[in-house]
């Protein structure tokens, strides 16, 4: 139920591996911090991955007089939602065909008792298919998403899987917030120097070429996908790093808008 959400926005990829997942964990994570209400939904069916993010792999969902209730996270401002939490092992593999996969999105789009949120981040998976559609549909039939986060690496290949998905963008009709270009460059831990080991700007260049926002570049920092796997808060800990700092003006933005 998405009543009293005052904010959808969807996170986009074209591609797998672009770090989309942790993008959306760390936007919830930085709103959250500036005590906003937070919603957090992985529709990533077959690779449901923000229960390990956030250290919830052992939660399951129970249900409610308005329909299931999201899993409380250790952020007394974030909630979410996950197949994961509805798997009966973690090793438990999705194999579904479209239409169940439909059912199943509607089910957390519809039958989900989100209550009052200021932002409710839909955190999408690779492509523009059968769950992006089914996504769409049913958030147009209750309310229009007020609009998308795309996310990529620089190198071409995945810029070029990011066209395809401003495409999708605009024949759906979601408006472009902005493009992320995650994995832009390594800064040395020692000597802050940054070396592009995935080359870098390609994501930005994207932006100005199809006139949507950039939105910023994030570095390459072991220690996120370090904490991202133990499920703890990398932005707590880490709040004056490059990394945090770039999340912090990316939350700044998407507030103002």
């Not at 996170?11 to 959306?24: C, F, I």
């Not at 239409?99 to 957390?108: E, G």
């Not at 992006?132 to 290949?157: F, N, W, Y």
């Not at 800990?237 to 998407?254: D, H, R, W």
């Amino acid at each position: 139920m998405l009543d009293d959400v005052k904010r959808i926005l969807l996170v986009l990829s074209g591609k797998g591996g672009v770090g989309k997942s942790t993008v959306s964990v760390q936007l919830a994570l930085s709103l959250a911090a500036r005590g906003k209400r937070v919603g957090l939904l992985d529709i990533d069916l077959c690779g449901p991955s923000v229960p390990i993010m956030l250290g919830l792999t052992s939660e399951k969902v129970t249900q409610g007089e308005k329909g299931w209730i999201p899993v409380l996270t250790k952020e007394p401002n974030l909630i979410v939602m996950s197949i994961g939490f509805l798997l009966s092992t973690p090793d438990s593999a999705v194999i579904w065909r479209g239409p169940k996969k439909t059912a199943m999105i509607r089910q957390f789009l519809q039958d989900v008792d989100w209550g009052s949120l200021d932002y409710l981040i839909v955190d999408t998976p690779p492509g523009t298919s059968d769950e992006h559609i089914s996504v769409v549909e049913t958030l147009k039939s209750c309310r229009e998403p007020d609009g998308a986060i795309l996310v990529s690496t620089p190198q071409a290949m995945s810029v070029a899987d990011v066209r395809r998905e401003i495409s999708f963008c605009r024949k759906a009709e979601i408006p472009m917030l902005g493009l992320i270009e995650n994995m832009s460059g390594y800064v040395c831990p020692h000597c802050s120097e940054c070396t592009n080991v995935f080359s870098k700007g390609g994501a930005e260049s994207l932006a100005s070429l199809c006139q949507i926002p950039f939105l910023g570049c994030v570095p390459i920092d072991p220690k996120l996908g370090q904490f991202a796997d133990s499920g703890d808060n990398y932005l707590t800990e880490f709040s004056n790093g490059p990394v945090a700092k770039v999340f912090n003006q990316i939350t700044e933005v998407l507030i103002k808008k």
